[in-house]
């Protein structure tokens, strides 16, 4: 069975005396700087002076520095700023300012497994990656709990890169919840895989074609809404307390049958044929390639394709019926 770290078996003072530079603060940068602070961590975020998330940072009773005088006080520098932009921030602002024997942790092994960023060899290289959104890994640990993770070292220089990875885990509140060891490579390709095949591209295609059945077929598109999207998150609840086992012990048997006997007509052998060619793309590295790609052209494909996803009639219908929801924090959503 896979070992999974809690916070009893980690060395959690493996931390003490060094200093943490968190460059980039949105969502996983905010959320895991805050709780290495709240864990008694000496943190320092390293920003681009005078820019929104400087201003946030301040907001939230930091400090902010400039990133490279993060990187040259940091023994562990933290790269969370977005896939496409860490290259470039590590030749300008890491590579020139690491000192020797320092640890670069990542939360996505992409640029290290694709080869956009390759760290000289007296250097750790290790990884802790939360399996959820930063402002769940915030509010977990504010309740007590955490938000399980992976650890990965791709590069041992100094003998303690697993020590150190681990003792970060702690501070964030992921040994809370527990650690599971990988490499960069796994950790990288199922992440993309399980974005794109089944948690965003292949739940998102799903609900949308649910939707324009039932509309096309003449319902009301605020009930199809219900059907097709707002009733998602339940059961997503049911598989995530207990599997699709709860799920089915909870929903009625006219449900629990239909599931049975329809889901195979959805996902059939082509869908899985199809998933298989989706993971060969991101093995063989023709996915990160295109999305490369795509970024140094100034993502006017992304751009494109995010704003006709934005217009689509769920959406407008979604907003207008959210607005009734009291039950929301904001009704605009």
């Known amino acids: 069975m896979t070992t999974m770290y809690f916070d009893a078996d980690l060395n959690t003072g493996a931390l003490d005396g060094l200093c943490v530079a968190m460059i980039g603060y949105g969502s996983q940068g905010r959320g895991q700087s805050m709780n290495l602070r709240d864990s008694g961590v000496n943190v320092v975020v390293g920003l681009r002076e005078g820019g929104n998330s400087w201003k946030q940072a301040v907001s939230e009773g930091w400090s902010p520095l400039t990133m490279e005088e993060a990187v040259k006080q940091a023994d562990i520098i933290c790269i969370m700023c977005p896939d496409m932009a860490q290259p470039q921030v590590y030749k300008d602002v890491v590579e020139p300012n690491i000192k020797p024997g320092s640890t670069i942790l990542f939360s996505h092994g992409f640029n290290i497994h694709f080869g956009a960023i390759t760290v000289a060899p007296e250097n750790n290289v290790v990884m802790i990656a939360p399996k959820g959104p930063g402002g769940m890994v915030r509010r977990t640990y504010e309740e007590g709990s955490g938000v399980p993770a992976l650890v990965a070292v791709h590069q041992d220089a100094t003998g303690n890169a697993k020590e150190l990875a681990l003792a970060y885990g702690w501070g964030v509140g992921s040994a809370r919840a527990g650690i599971i060891e990988t490499t960069f490579p796994e950790e990288t390709e199922t992440d993309l895989f399980g974005e794109q095949a089944v948690l965003c591209g292949g739940l998102t295609e799903m609900i949308v074609a649910g939707w324009e059945t039932l509309v096309e077929a003449g319902y009301q598109p605020e009930v199809a809404y219900f059907e097709c999207l707002h009733e998602v998150k339940l059961i997503v609840d049911l598989i995530y307390e207990g599997g699709i086992a709860r799920m089915h012990e909870f929903i009625s048997d006219t449900a629990a049958y239909g599931d049975l006997v329809t889901g195979k007509r959805i996902i059939t052998d082509e869908t899985r044929k199809e998933m298989k060619a989706v993971l060969t793309?991101?093995?063989?590295?023709?996915?990160?390639?295109?999305?490369?790609?795509?970024?140094?052209?100034?993502?006017?494909?992304?751009?494109?394709?995010?704003?006709?996803?934005?217009d689509h009639p769920i959406e407008t219908c979604g907003k207008a019926l959210r607005k009734q929801f009291s039950w929301l924090k904001s009704n605009q959503a």
């Open 281 to 310: 793309d991101i093995q063989n590295g023709s996915f990160a390639k295109m999305w490369q790609e795509e970024a140094a052209s100034g993502s006017v494909n992304y751009k494109k394709m995010m704003q006709e996803d934005l």
